[in-house]
C-alpha cells in the first residue's frame, strides 16, 4: 500500500526575484512543496527559477506557480485561502531605493498593501500559516552603526518609509493576533543573480564587459556611501531559520563588515587587474534626495538565536561576481550582442 507523506507547503512572494530564486531552491532541497507567486509582466521574468520551473531541478509536482499582484490584495487573498501554505515567504516588493523616490505612490501602495493583504490571508488560516515579512536595513537610514534590532528607525526614502509600515505591520498582526509572524531585518546581499540596477551587479557587470572590451567606462553616484554586503544565498536560509522557532520575532542578518561602493570598485575592477579610477566616472543624476550613508549589520542576536553566521566573505563576493560577469561578457561578445540578464 502506497502511504502519501504529507510535506510543508511554502508560498513565496517575489520567486522571481533575487531572494525568491535562491529561496526556491533551498526550500525544495528540504522537501517542501512550494508555491510560487508571479506578477504578469510584457516580457518574461522567470530567467532566475526558468530551469526549476521547467522541471529540471526538482519533480514538476513539487513547484507550482501563480499569477497575483501586491496591489490585487483580493487574489492574493484567494491564492492563498486555496493553497494552504504552513509557511509564507513575504518577499515582493518594489525594492530599488532609487526608483521609488522617482514612483514614490507605487512603492508605497504596493509594498504597504501587499503586506497587510498577506498578513491578513495568514490570520485567516487560524494560527495554521507563519509569515515572513521581508524588512530591510534601509529602515535605519542614517541612525548610526553598527544597527541592531534596538536601534531607531530613521527611514531615507519612500522605499525605507514603506518597509517601516510593513515592519510594524508584522509586529501588529504577532500582537494582536497572535500570529507568528518575523521580520528579516536583511541587509544587503548580492549574488550573481542580483538585478543589474544594483550597485554591486553594476560594477561587476561592467567589470566584465570593460575587460573584454565592450564598455569604456562606467557612471556611479556616491561613491562614498557604505554598506554592509553578504551573499544571498546563506540569507534565504536565515529566512527560512527565523520561521522554524518556536516563537516569532524580529531579527538582524548581516556581516558586521561596512565597506564603501568606492572599495567595491577598486575591488572588482582589481580581481581582473584594472585600476577603477580609470574607468569610473561620476553622474550627479545617480546621487539620490537623501542617503542612508553608512550601514552595518549587528547579527548577535541571529547568531545566538537562530545560529546563522555569515561565512563568505565581501572578498570572495566580489570575486563569485566578477567570474560570474566575466563570462556572461565573454558570451556576448562570442555572440555580438547584449544578453540582458537581470
Ligand atoms: P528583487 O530581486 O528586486 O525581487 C523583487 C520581487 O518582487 C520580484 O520577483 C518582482 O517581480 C516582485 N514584485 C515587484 N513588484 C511586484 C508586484 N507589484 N506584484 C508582484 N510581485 C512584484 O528583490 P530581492 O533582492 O530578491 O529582495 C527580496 C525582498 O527583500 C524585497 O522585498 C526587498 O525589498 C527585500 N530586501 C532585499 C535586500 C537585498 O539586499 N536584496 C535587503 C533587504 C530587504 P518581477 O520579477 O516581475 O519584477
Ligand atoms: O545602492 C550607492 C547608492 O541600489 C547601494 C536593495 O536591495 O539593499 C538595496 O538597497 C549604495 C547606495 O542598494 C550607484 O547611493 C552609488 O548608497 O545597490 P543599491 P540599496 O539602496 O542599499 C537594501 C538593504 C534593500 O532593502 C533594497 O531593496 O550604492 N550607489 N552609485 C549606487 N547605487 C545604484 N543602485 N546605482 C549606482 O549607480
Same mark, same amino acid.
Given at each position: ?85 504552513? !509557511?509564507? *515567504?513575504? #518577499? ?9 523616490? @522617482?514612483? +514614490? /505612490? ?68 504577532? !500582537?494582536? *493576533?497572535? #500570529? ?9 546581499? @548580492?549574488? +550573481? /543573480? ?68 568606492? !572599495? ?79
Amino acid at each position: 500500500m502506497l502511504v502519501k507523506v504529507s510535506v510543508k507547503k511554502a508560498l513565496i512572494t517575489g520567486v522571481t526575484g533575487q531572494d525568491g530564486a535562491y529561496l526556491l531552491r533551498f526550500l525544495l532541497e528540504k522537501g517542501y512543496e512550494v508555491h510560487g507567486i508571479r506578477r504578469r509582466t510584457s516580457t518574461l521574468s522567470t530567467a532566475r527559477i526558468d530551469d526549476v520551473y521547467a522541471g529540471r531541478v526538482c519533480p514538476q509536482e513539487q513547484v507550482f506557480m501563480h499569477y497575483g499582484d501586491l496591489h490585487d490584495g483580493v487574489s492574493l487573498m484567494e491564492l492563498v485561502e486555496r493553497i494552504q501554505p504552513e !509557511e509564507i *515567504y513575504h #518577499l515582493a516588493s518594489q525594492s530599488h531605493v532609487q526608483v521609488s523616490f @522617482e514612483n +514614490p /505612490l507605487a512603492t508605497v501602495v504596493d509594498n504597504v498593501s501587499g503586506t497587510i493583504s498577506l498578513l491578513e490571508a495568514a490570520r485567516r488560516l487560524n494560527h495554521r500559516c507563519r509569515f515572513y515579512n521581508a524588512a530591510s536595513s534601509e529602515m535605519f537610514g542614517i541612525t548610526p552603526p553598527p544597527q541592531n534590532e534596538r536601534s531607531p528607525f530613521h527611514p531615507r526614502s519612500p522605499y525605507a518609509c514603506s518597509k517601516v509600515f510593513t515592519f510594524n505591520q508584522t509586529v501588529n498582526y504577532r !500582537e494582536a *493576533y497572535g #500570529l507568528h509572524a518575523s521580520n528579516g531585518i536583511l541587509f544587503n546581499h @548580492e549574488s +550573481p /543573480l542580483r538585478g543589474e540596477a544594483f550597485v554591486t551587479r553594476k560594477v561587476t557587470r561592467a567589470v566584465g564587459r570593460i575587460k573584454v572590451g565592450l564598455q569604456r567606462t562606467l557612471a556611479l553616484g556616491n561613491l562614498e556611501a557604505r554598506r554592509d554586503w553578504g551573499y544571498a544565498p546563506e540569507y534565504v536560509e536565515a529566512m527560512w531559520l527565523m520561521l522554524q522557532q518556536v516563537e516569532p520575532d524580529d531579527y538582524v542578518i548581516g556581516t558586521g563588515e561596512m565597506h564603501s561602493v568606492g !572599495e567595491l570598485c577598486e575591488m572588482a575592477f582589481g580581481a581582473v587587474g584594472l585600476d577603477y579610477r580609470d574607468y569610473v566616472v561620476t553622474d550627479p543624476t545617480l546621487v539620490r534626495p537623501s542617503e542612508a550613508h553608512a550601514l552595518c549589520g549587528d547579527a548577535s542576536k541571529a547568531a545566538a538565536t537562530l545560529g546563522w553566521h555569515p561565512r563568505t566573505t565581501f572578498q570572495r563576493l566580489v570575486e563569485i561576481m566578477v567570474e560570474a560577469d566575466l563570462e556572461l561578457a565573454a558570451e556576448e561578445k562570442k555572440l555580438g550582442r547584449l544578453i540582458s540578464s537581470y
